[in-house]
């Protein structure tokens, strides 16, 4: 008796653990046909949101306009630079907060698709990566190299088991359903060589040991070991991507590229609402079952984080704006496509497909499930003109390069092309002036001699490596004398400021697509000892290719051609350094520090190419994201109660002759007193 008694009870304890355990948690799996969550399929729609490209104040309004637009999913990377700064130091504050951002995605029932990487790309300087990797002795970046796979690992087990510790990852009852490790691979797989292999299987395997009860992904990937999942990344995967390469995994769009990102000189990409409903019902005609807008809110680069001369504006032409304003008619139109996705999605998830031509250009997918649900996409892809195709029996009007939508196989609901969702425009208020000189004071960067620098090499040093990414800025000085001079610079790095005994005598730059420029500066020097002085600026880091941990910026030859038949090279000379501006040494833009320089009334003075300058206003009332309208500067940076809102650049003018960005910040919510202070340099 007593025997049974303790089997008895044995077993009900078993059975109630298991139930809860299952009342409590999704099981997310996996077929050919979609994602599957609790034993259901999902057809799910994904936006990118990036949680430290905005602010904590707006995390909850993004998510909820994301979610009103009919996404499923937010997708966003982790970004290591920002959370581990120094080795086992660790950041997850403010605009870090990582699980905050998380817990209020599962506060508003979505799920997490959470981009470990740890190498993300991104735009994002140095591809996210942390710039004291580059220091690792026999470190080489994303192969099968043991210095390199210590710190990736280190880092993503990090990061599984800080979601774990938060219940976050639905096996837990939280709302992550996938998990990336790497990001686009195959685009430098090659050039590792047998390298490149092992290393892939090795990452896929790391990340599937640590057990997150999720699955996998790899973007862009089409070796992909099981069980992880390879994906599409692009603005066109309907007709780029080859499928899974297995036929047990579905088919997946991790980017959707919703616009483009802008580089300083370059116009904004602009997407049309109309091609991405068109490749987005391509994809799902052609059995896909997972897409990710990238980005759905882009947001701004504050700070220092933009890869090589990417604007401090991110992906504005999202369906959520810079400042997570509704862009219409993209937002609306998707909103409206998704509707029409989601009410058709058993047969889309359950049907049998079928395809055929109905035209030299055109083609009908047909997905039929037993129970008689039939869902049609008859595509045309004649981008020139209308085109009546006949679709069992009826005939359908289908616009130029479009999909109609039949969710009966009768009756055309929905065409990609046709758009009801009315246009808006941003529309900014001017609130405050600050064009009366008494508001501002100024602080002037003293230009360093050769003989008050304490770095001193016998060759040009590489910026990156010199400066570990504290600082944009390097001053070059060596000693020299010459009659007839003409100062000769080749860079790969960015911008190039040149002086004379300190003074100011032109400056220089590259572009985004030329990766590197020379400036043949005629100067005039005093008898005697003359310092020559060059500032050099980088305008963010690399942020993708092979060795990225070799790469070279920075100045690669200096010369004075002192007549026709001889030139002074200083390429192999003894130069003195300087890393960094004493404004950033003192932190002249944080309010306790305002008082280590000397402020000044502006004068008229022509030398002020390394200029800081502080103001205070009072700001708007009200909750209204806040821009300053920067177009009267030329290059520099921005600090805002203490924050740095980004680099700025309006003197690199397009090809159409406009700035690349005039608007920057995106301060939310009420201040009282703000504290301005701007680095601005002379072209």
């Known amino acids: ?10 077993w009900i304890y078993i059975a109630v653990a298991v139930q809860a355990s299952i009342k409590g948690e999704d099981y997310v799996t996996y077929d050919g046909r979609s994602l599957i969550i609790n034993g259901q399929r999902k ?81 994002w300087t140095y591809g996210g ?20 796979k210590f710190y990736m690992q280190n880092f993503t087990t990090k990061i599984v088991n800080l979601m774990k510790s938060e219940g976050l990852y639905a096996s837990q009852g939280g709302p992550i359903i996938l998990s990336q490790i790497e990001n686009e691979y195959q685009n430098v797989e090659a050039a590792f060589h047998e390298k490149g292999p092992i290393y892939v299987k090795w990452a896929a395997k790391m990340g599937v040991e640590l057990e997150t009860g999720v699955p996998w992904v ?26 899974p390469n297995s036929p047990n995994k579905p088919s997946m769009w991790t980017e959707n590229w919703t616009s483009f990102y802008q580089v300083y000189g370059g116009e904004p990409y602009i997407r049309s609402a109309e091609d991405i409903a068109f490749h987005v019902a391509l994809f799902i005609a052609k059995k896909g079952s997972y897409i990710n807008y990238y980005m759905y809110h882009g947001g701004t680069n504050f700070g220092r984080t933009t890869s090589a001369y990417v604007i401090t504006s991110y992906y504005d032409q999202a369906p959520l704006d810079e ?111 600050f064009n009366e000189v008494d508001m501002w004071k100024e602080f002037k960067e003293d230009i360093p ?149 000397e402020w000044s009334e502006i004068d008229d003075s022509t030398n002020k190419s390394l200029t800081w300058y502080k103001t205070t206003f009072d700001a708007p009332i009200g909750d209204e994201p806040i821009a300053l309208n920067m177009s009267s500067m030329q290059k520099g940076a921005v600090w805002v109660n203490e924050q740095s809102i980004g680099r700025y650049w309006v003197s690199f003018l397009t090809s159409k002759g406009n700035p690349s960005q005039t608007l920057y910040a995106k301060i939310v919510g009420t201040m009282c007193l703000a504290h301005s202070s701007t680095l601005l340099e002379i072209y």
């Open 1 to 10: 008796m007593k025997v049974r008694e303790m089997v008895w009870w044995w």
């Open 43 to 123: 057809l799910l729609f994904s936006g990118s949101i990036h949680y430290p490209r905005s602010t904590p104040q707006m995390w909850s309004s993004l998510i909820g306009k994301a979610k009103e637009g009919g996404v499923d999913v937010i997708q966003t990377y982790v970004f290591w630079n920002l959370h581990e700064p120094q080795p086992g130091q660790y950041d997850f504050s403010g605009r870090y907060d990582l699980v905050k951002f998380i817990k209020e995605i599962q506060a508003q029932g979505l799920y997490v698709c959470l981009r470990i990487g740890p190498f993300i790309e991104s735009e």
């Open 129 to 148: 990566f942390p710039f004291w990797l580059h220091d690792v002795p026999g470190i080489v970046y994303r192969t099968d190299n043991e210095p390199f």
């Open 218 to 243: 790899m973007c862009k990937q089409t070796d992909a070991p099981d069980p992880v999942i390879n994906t599409c990344n692009g603005m066109r995967c309907g007709e780029t991507f080859g499928g």
């Open 323 to 433: 400042y997570g304003l509704l862009r219409q008619p993209k937002w609306g139109h998707l909103k409206e496509l998704h509707i029409m996705i989601k009410n058709c999605s058993t047969p889309l998830l359950q049907g049998v497909q079928s395809n055929f031509s109905i035209g030299p250009l055109q083609q009908a997918y047909v997905f039929k499930e037993g129970t008689g649900a039939c869902v049609a996409f008859l595509v045309n892809n004649d981008a020139t003109k209308n085109v009546t195709v006949q679709f069992q029996n009826n005939s359908f009007e289908l616009l130029p390069k479009s999909i109609g939508i039949l969710p009966d196989c009768q009756n055309m609901v929905f065409n990609t092309a046709k758009v009801s969702t009315k246009p808006n425009k941003r529309i900014t208020t001017l609130t405050k002036m």
């Open 449 to 597: 001699n050769f003989l008050d620098t304490s770095l001193r090499s016998n060759s040009l040093l590489e910026h990156m490596n010199t400066t570990q990414d504290k600082s944009d800025y390097l001053c070059f000085q060596p000693n020299s004398t010459c009659p007839q001079p003409v100062l000769h610079v080749e860079s790969l790095g960015h911008v190039v400021h040149a002086y004379i005994n300190t003074i100011f005598i032109e400056a220089g730059h590259g572009s985004h697509d030329t990766k590197g420029f020379s400036m043949d500066i005629p100067i005039t020097l005093i008898d005697g000892i003359n310092n020559v002085s060059i500032l050099s600026v980088m305008v963010g880091l690399p942020d993708s290719g092979a060795f990225l941990e070799s790469r070279y910026a920075g100045l690669t030859k200096v010369t004075i051609q002192c007549s026709e038949s001889y030139i002074y090279d200083f390429t192999n000379y003894t130069w003195g350094y300087q890393i960094g501006l004493e404004g950033e040494k003192l932190q002249v833009f944080k309010e306790q520090s305002l008082e280590e320089v």
